[in-house]
């Protein structure tokens, strides 16, 4: 059943750009670099239009269906995913898709809720149009070389890393086999209760089961939703990338996308906002023993075989959507952000630019903080206010002392304006003398009263204490809870309900922060 949950304007906490902000409500002035709104009418128009654009829909289905069938290892639950497979091969069958990187353990939470508002939006689609089939699709970014942004998972306080011997090339291509201490670490770390084994069962068939990073995350987030139909797709694949060539030709011979690019961000930079992404010139990796950038000045940069060629952070969403019949990308802010300087360039190739809808934001708060916090005098939407103003405003509701002296400010500003006053009918120079004074004086109270402000800090150091401890618990390192914290400590306490339980409290076109006080 759906957690019991409060929701805030996402302008509302602090954490969100303007320009995420004024992407969701529709700013005229975003409007050109992008085609849909993230609504559900949207999705009409948006079937249409794929719908008249070609796709090899036997070589995606035969290309997804032999990397589970070859390297899915017994994973039980495939049958739906199967199923959605081969849905894939239908006219009428459509895919919403996320994308993230092969992060370790899953990463932090966001991951996870990134795939439910995925399989959400497929689920919503098909109500509202029956006569289509919508499969919801991971993207693994399993050609990507950034080995620090994956190495990683934060647990209870620790952060456990990997030390891998040579982490070069492609993450996906990594082999898992330095990860065996590790898993002993985690196991530790997460204890001997039936859902502690039951995970760890999971992480060591996933990591200590499968040759490469991008084998196991597919096995791991498979285990995860597999009841769900989830799609994942590894797009480092030769037939993948023989029915991107023609783009990736283009691209080296003529840096059509490179121009395109800085062309909008011309015109995003008029209206105030600066490039989330640049383009290269050539927006191309090749992958080898490592993955190193492809320059105008290779003499072989046209006869690198097909499956070595590896698209950059420019390149990726015009690959995905080539390749799949994709209607939306479920993505965080900043993906989201610099899928605004693409739509020309998917227009120049006659594809389908994507709704760009926002994954489901939330804070997951125990039944004990939220008691915690309705005894101080809070709710879950104060512990987005800035620390101090935080620690201030409980002192104000558990103090007996006045500890503001605006009254004081108002009453000596009021007899420095009598002086001035009589001064200037004197000597009208005097004037500035008296001013300079009077902020003299109104400084002096401002020490007094921060010295009062501390005074009472001493008094209720205890509460003060508390306060601070669940800023630091649900903005564990000064982040959000949902970008630092992994769902590992929450699935000991909560197992397989952990999922569906978020899954039943999201909604794939609700756009706030969503607390969810989770028993």
């Known amino acids: 059943m759906p957690y019991k949950q409060t929701n805030i304007k996402l302008s509302e906490t602090g954490w969100f750009s303007k320009l995420f902000i004024d992407y969701l409500a529709g700013d005229d002035k975003l409007k050109p670099f992008y085609t849909y709104p993230p609504d559900a009418g949207s999705f009409a128009g948006a079937i249409e239009a794929r719908s008249k654009l070609a796709i090899n829909r036997e070589v995606l289905a035969d290309v997804i269906s032999g990397q589970y069938k070859e390297r899915l290892n017994g994973n039980p639950g495939i049958e739906l995913t199967i199923k959605n497979i081969d849905l894939l091969r239908e006219k009428n069958t459509y895919t919403v898709c996320t994308g993230h990187q092969l992060c370790l353990f899953t990463g932090p939470l966001y991951f996870v ?24 699709v991971y993207w693994m970014a399993s050609e990507d070389h950034d080995f620090e942004e994956v190495r990683s998972v934060n647990l209870f306080g620790k952060t456990l890393r990997w030390e891998h011997p040579s982490p070069k090339g492609a993450v996906g291509r990594l082999n898992t086999g330095s990860l065996a201490g590790l898993l002993d ?63 990736i030709k283009d691209d080296i011979q003529n840096n059509t996308n490179f121009r395109i690019v800085n062309e909008t961000i011309k015109q995003l930079d008029v209206i105030g906002i600066k490039p989330q992404v640049n383009p290269r010139e050539i927006n191309l990796f090749r992958l080898g023993n490592d993955r190193t950038r492809i320059e105008n000045s290779d003499a072989d940069k046209l006869s690198i075989p097909v499956e070595e060629y590896s698209p950059n952070v420019v390149l990726r969403p015009l690959y995905q959507q080539m390749i799949l019949p994709n209607l939306a990308y479920v993505g965080g802010p900043g993906e989201l952000a610099y899928w605004l300087e693409f739509k020309a360039m998917f227009d120049h190739h006659n594809i389908l630019f994507p709704v760009l809808v926002p994954r489901n934001f939330a804070m997951l708060l125990d039944s004990k903080s939220d008691q915690q916090l309705q005894k101080m005098g809070f709710d879950a939407a104060d512990l987005f206010k800035d620390h101090e103003v935080l620690i201030k405003e409980y002192i104000g509701r558990h103090t007996e002392n006045e500890l503001s002296l605006h009254e004081q400010e108002a009453k000596i500003t009021g007899i420095y304006n009598e002086i001035a006053v009589k001064v200037i009918a004197v000597d009208q120079s005097l004037k500035g003398s008296v001013e300079a004074e009077l902020q003299k004086t109104l400084h002096s109270l401002k020490n007094i009263e921060g010295k009062l402000l501390r005074a009472e800090k001493q008094k209720q150091e205890t509460g003060i204490n508390t306060v601070k401890k669940l800023k630091d618990r649900f903005f564990p390192g000064g982040n959000l809870q949902e970008r630092y914290d992994n769902f590992s400590p929450l699935y000991l306490k909560h197992g397989k309900e952990l999922i569906s339980g978020l899954k039943e409290s999201f909604d794939p076109f609700k756009f706030e922060m969503l607390i969810l006080e989770i028993n």
């Open 113 to 136: 809720f990134k795939i439910i508002s995925t399989i959400n939006l497929a689920e919503t689609l098909k109500k509202k149009y029956p006569e289509f089939n919508f499969v919801p």
């Open 185 to 247: 670490e985690l196991s530790a770390v997460l204890g001997d209760s039936a859902n502690a084994r039951e995970l760890m069962q999971v992480f060591r068939n996933a990591y200590a089961g499968h040759d490469n990073l991008a084998d196991a995350t597919r096995y791991l987030v498979h285990s995860l939703f597999a009841e769900y139909g989830l799609v994942i797709i590894d797009p480092d694949d030769k037939r993948l990338k023989e029915e991107f060539s023609d783009i």
